[in-house]
């Protein structure tokens, strides 16, 4: 079955990290462009990161940048998203997704791939 499951979740304490994983199953995750996204209660969805498929490249939004990492663990068809210095404004189920092609924001059906959530909780 091809699919995307997003795990590394939890309740954390500001300042604290976390890392969350994006493991493809079924499909290369190496051959796809992924990103990141987050959804907060009563707030629009968030495009947090997002890596291409053949360069690597990378990007993070403002909220984010410089405290949040992506990378790709190719060997174990996993890209992770490592987030440091979390603050309370963080807390949000955040999902990945996986797109044959140069990455865009879009709505979750134009992926190919999108995973079904993790729970982030940043709270003392």
């Known amino acids: 079955q091809e699919q995307l499951v997003e795990s590394g979740g939890g309740l954390v304490q500001p300042g604290g990290s976390l890392r969350l994983s994006c493991a493809a199953s079924g499909f290369t995750l190496g051959a796809y462009a992924v990103g990141w996204f987050r959804q907060a209660p009563g707030k629009e969805r968030e495009g947090v990161s997002c890596i291409g498929y053949n360069d690597g490249s990378t990007y993070y939004s403002d909220s984010v940048k410089g405290r949040f990492t992506i990378s790709r663990d190719n060997a174990n068809n996993t890209v992770y998203l490592q987030m440091n210095s979390l603050k309370p404004e963080d807390t949000a189920v955040y999902y990945c997704?996986?797109?044959?092609?140069?990455?865009?924001?879009?709505?979750?059906?134009?992926?190919?791939?999108w995973g079904q959530g993790t729970q982030v909780t940043v709270s003392s």
């Open positions: 997704a996986a797109l044959d092609g140069v990455w865009y924001w879009g709505l979750p059906d134009e992926y190919d791939y």
